[in-house]
């Protein structure tokens, strides 16, 4: 069992994108459960204010183009005090994958992440039932084509394959009802989606009863004169359901891979979603507090998805508290890593796991974070070099250091890391001589190394 | 509420024109009147996210007149060399013809003429006296002082017109003559100085040699420009409203602008070659209805054309028109005072 710094260290790795050694102790005074039921009830969470972003970046206020609006995401992400409410967004967002590629949009697309991060830990009904009224998703599945004389079966036959049941659980006539409830669930001014003259004109959503089949449906096992709402009503209750949505929380939050003690781990979640009435924050409230969760075989389970590195690493170095034009370099670093925001490659999200590594991933993350991670210049590394010298004795190894930057930034490495480490470091440490760059060094090799890409 | 100084919608000008250069706009962001009625415009242009190599010199002033008439455009492009501009904010015309352009990036003041061509800069980055960290608004009044506004210094400077350091005031706070990252600034006939206290969402009046007089406060959500008329009437581009206030030296809420845009003569050109595109214009629901959660000013103005977006600056012209400049619009709506 981890001792309780290592084990909150473990919870806003997964949760969140790690904690720096100053919210930390706060966290270690609170106790875990204190601190599993902040982060999971954020109240007016707190990051750099949209009215100074949008006065210093024009083209992120007008959110016309797919950069700037994940430029915008990006400094949410780096500099929230409610990271949970940017996982849980960043979850969704590539669970109910919608691109600009198709949506074309990027006003609504960075509206559909609000929606999740306002949502996104509450009640899975209005989740769903907002997530059929999103003007962005009913573009990406052709909703918007979806008529009482004419269905259009993409957004019906997604949302129960995709995004609540999963595929063998349900028929082809359920995709067709589904599809029928959702006739008329359309957006005003579907035909007018000028970007000239004047710009794009944000879109909203709009119930056409002239072109909704009021007919009488029979879904899953269910008849009678379902709308939307009703379809959801259904399948939220399916047990189907809460298998996929907790099993996909469960992979995200926890670990890649799931054993027999994980499986156990997911039916407690899948029993906290039916008794909480389907609240999201209830199954994750389950998976937190669970043994399985706190035990070592949870912890470095999971490779960082790009965004988690690249995230994880600069609010670290928190070089990015005020607006600059480098934010863009974030938004491409990740890119180049294999994730873009608003972008992932189909309907399906992003493929992660192992399959976020690649030979060229790979340099890519480990150029990025070293580099960050030993920049002496960074306002967070030089608070971390402070904190490293002020805790250790005059006299000490180079194991004694590497070990100290390591519990800094929450890395454990092996025996072999740290072996192939001490071989790499020149000196011995001397806190009277350049010591300062030493450790900047170390934090540079520990975040190349393969234990700092598992979280 | 109702009105107490009626305005005339008078016209549109503009159509969006991003990463290439000619006739439209690129996110707008100043404007300023040249003795001959020639009309500038900053465009301040999406270069420096979605910077690509081709789109640089689309960071220009384009030059126009009112009956839209597109004239040509200057400055050379994304950079911090002569002429060149990163962040531009705003500018004004000197007596002599000369137009001063700030740039709150290269915490540069660069001084054309009025053919366009690069006359002189200035500008240290500091918070010395003289030096400056996120020049923003600049105004000129009629002995050819030179006020620009600190933003990160929170403070005002006084220059000459050849950028000599004559004085400041201000400091960060929220007291009376305080400022919290200021934006717009105007320098009246009777030589009083008007600024647009944008993160204290107020405009405080001041003496040319910045003794405080007065503030203003209204409701405003982040203030970026203010303009005052020749009876004394405050026009206030409540950026994070959406909207323009008008007040009276009283402080008394006279008329709000939604904004209430047409199609402009450059608008309408474009059309005339589309008019498929029109014909769906013509059917669309302009001033919608929306759903509760975009009850909000930035997503109604999203939402709905015709009203102000963006609103970064006001300016009135020699004919005693208001022109409203909207950066995320890529227009300016002209109104009669």
Redesign the interface.
Known sequence: MLNDRKLIMHLMGKSGFGATPEELDKYVLKGYDNVVEDILNPVHSSSLPE??IY????????S??P??TA?KWMYRLVTTDSPLEEKIALFWHGLFASNFADVQQM?MLYEQVD?FRKLGLGNFRDLLLELSKDTAMGQMLDNIDNHADAINENWGRELLELFSMGIGNYTEDDVKEASRAFTGWTR??L??T??????R?????KFDDNDHDFNTKTFLGETGNFDGDQIIDIIVKQKATAEFISTRLYQYFCSDQIDSDGQLAINEMMEAYFTSGYEIRSVLRSLFKSDHFKSDKCTYSKVKSPIELVVGTVRFSEAYSKPT?A??DLVDQATFMGQTLFQPPSVEGWHEGVEWIDSGTLIERVNFASSEMSDLNKPGVKKLVARIKNELPNSISNEDLLNKCSEMIGCNLSNTTKELLLDSIDNSPNKNHKFDDQIGQILGFIAATKEYQLI | MTSLKKLEYLKTI???N?GTNGLGFS?P?DIAFSSDNRIFVIN?H?A????KPEDASAIRVGVLNYEEEYLGEFGNGFGENDGQF??PVAMDFDSKGKLYITD??NNKVTVFNSSGDFLFSWGDYGDGLGEIDGPAGISIDHEDNVYVVDQNNHRIQKFTNDGQFILSWGAFGCGKGEFN?P?GIFADLQGDIYVAD??NNRIQEFTNTGEFKAIYENDFN?P?SVVVDESGLLYIADW?NHKVKILNKSGNLLSVLDGQ?T??K??KE??DKLPD?LE??K???LV?E??S??NTPY?KS????PYFW?PVSVKIDSENRLYVVE?????IQVFSI
């Open positions: 009215d100074i006065r210093y970046h024009v083209d992120i206020a007008e016309r183009l950069t700037p430029a006003t929606m005003d001014n035909e007018y000028p970007f000239w003259p004047y710009g004109v944000a879109w909203h959503h034009l934010i863009k | 503009g159509i969006v991003i996110n962001y301040r999406d420096p996210i979605n910077f990163r962040l709150e990036f990252m934006w944008w993160r982040r970026s994070g845009a199609l402009s450059w608008a474009w059309y595109q769906a214009r059917k669309a629901n919608p929306l759903p959660q975009f997503q999203a939402q709905t054309e963006g950066s995320l619009r890529h227009r």
